[in-house]
């Protein structure tokens, strides 16, 4: 640890914003101070670089595009010791975050941020500096170059140094468990251990000496002590996968360990710490996941401090023919066939196909294809491809899917806000951090 208070440095050009945060983090974090115009920044660091900056976008009354902010960036990431930065952004503006990040921001804040998460993001940034994280391995296995697996991947690399318990959202076998996978490589946990467990499938009466272990003769078959998920996993990442079938009851049990941060195994006088990174997963739809009689609302807030959402095959169908000609290759090599390729008009289905079942459904019809095809050239049958209406090849072609998907998040963000505000345009727009003109134009955009 640094022998001195951190410093942190807020650029912002409203002044009361930059107030507030400063006020919260002083005597938390560190030695806070503030600047309004990016033009005081070269003499502010003559007095030295801070740990750590946070730093608005848009400094000229009016500007929207991010330019001044991106080019501050730039300049700080050049110091020879340079700071973590953190960039504040607009929820709309996912695209510059996401920019940001690729640019070497550390993490960013969505405005208006709540107090608390201002907080455990600048404590992460000040851990991460005084221990870097590990370095990735390498290989990463969640494949695709489609816009929206960029973003996730950026995403990942952000959040993945942080402590921050994430939650992933998706259809089945979109690769959620890749995604929680790829978090715990980039975590400071890496050398620890991975641990997945299934928690649809654990009967609500063995749930609690699953998850929290047991004593010998704590109940008629427990013949030896038992270590839970929560200790196995202990200075790793435990993976919570399809935590939306719950039961109620098992939701309050896990709460209690989480908010408490210890567990009593079945059969124990004591609790005991525990040291879990929880990444958990669901394919329930967002609706029913906030429908506090499906799932408590005050345990929903303990997992998903980070919300990651893999999209559907069909949102970023750039990524069928990579993954196609990958595990193509797989299989061969597995089973020993030759090199082989995909009839034209077969592989214009496939890229066309809804694929209800995702990345796991088009890695099963790889394996068909090469276990049932031709040598040289797989056909549309071989791949077994049922359910699912194929869209229009020339749609698919026509359309930039990636624009698709970056609209349909900008669509949904502005919808979301809008439910939220009851109607009320000041309101939404405070909370998408746009101004109101901004948000009339993207209402009548997406016809809302
Ligand atoms: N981006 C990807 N790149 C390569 N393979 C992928 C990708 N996404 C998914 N897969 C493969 O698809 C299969 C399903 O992935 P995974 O188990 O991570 O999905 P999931 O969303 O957790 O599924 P479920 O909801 O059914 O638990 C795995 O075999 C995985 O290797």
């Known amino acids: ?63 929207t595009d991010g330019a001044e902010g991106l080019a501050v960036l730039d300049q700080l990431r050049a110091l020879p010791d340079p700071p973590l930065v953190i960039v504040m952004t607009a929820y709309a503006d996912v695209a510059l975050a996401v920019e940001a990040m690729k640019r070497g ?16 993001v600048v404590q992460g940034a000040l851990a991460q500096r005084a221990s870097p994280a590990a370095p990735a391995a390498p290989g990463d296995p969640l494949m695709g170059d489609s816009l929206p697996m960029r973003q996730l991947r950026a995403l990942i690399a952000s959040v993945g140094p942080t402590q921050a318990n994430v939650m992933v959202l998706g259809e089945n076998g979109v690769g959620k468990e890749l995604a929680a996978r790829a978090i715990h490589l980039a975590s400071r946990r890496a050398a620890g251990q991975f641990l997945a467990v299934d928690m649809g499938s654990l009967p609500e009466a063995t749930l609690e000496s699953e998850l929290f272990g047991h004593r010998k003769g704590s109940f008629t078959d427990a013949r ?20 939306g079938n719950l039961a109620l009851g098992a939701q309050s049990k896990l709460l209690t360990a989480l908010e408490r941060r210890e567990v009593t195994p079945l059969g124990a006088d ?41 999209p559907p095959l069909r949102e970023r169908r750039a990524d069928i023919p990579a993954l196609l000609r990958h595990y193509l290759a797989h299989y061969r090599a ?58 229009s090849v020339a749609s698919v072609r026509a359309a930039g899917t990636d624009m698709l998907a970056l609209d349909t998040i900008e669509r949904d963000a502005v919808a979301a806000a809008m439910a939220q505000a009851r109607g009320n345009i000041s309101h939404a727009a405070i909370l998408l951090g746009i101004s109101r003109a901004a948000l009339y134009r993207k209402r009548s955009k997406h016809g809302l």
């Open 1 to 63: 640890m640094a022998d001195h208070p951190a410093r942190i440095l807020i650029l912002d050009d409203d002044a009361d914003v930059a107030y507030a945060a400063a006020l919260v983090l002083r005597g938390c974090a560190g030695k806070a101070a503030t600047l309004a115009d990016p033009r005081q920044l070269a003499r502010h660091l003559q007095d030295g670089v801070p740990e750590v900056v946070l730093l608005d976008f848009n400094f000229t009354p009016g500007r």
């Open 105 to 120: 921001a550390s993490d960013f804040l969505t405005k208006p941020w709540d107090n608390a998460r201002l907080l455990a």
């Open 224 to 243: 030896s002590d038992r270590a839970g998920r929560f200790q196995a996993a202990s200075g790793g990442t435990l993976f919570l996968d399809e935590i």
């Open 270 to 310: 004591r609790p005991q710490a525990i040291d879990v990174r929880i990444v958990s997963a669901t394919n329930l739809d967002e609706a029913r996941l906030y429908d506090a009689q499906m799932f408590r609302p005050d345990l929903l807030f303990r997992l998903n401090t980070i919300v990651l959402r893999v």
């Open 334 to 391: 597995l089973y020993g066939k030759a090199q082989g390729s995909i009839a034209p008009d077969a592989f214009d289905a496939l890229c066309a196909h809804h694929w209800p079942g995702n990345v796991r459904a088009l890695r099963h019809a790889c394996e068909r294809a090469v276990i049932l095809g031709q040598p040289g050239n797989y056909a549309l049958a071989d791949f077994g491809l049922h359910g699912g209406e194929p869209a």
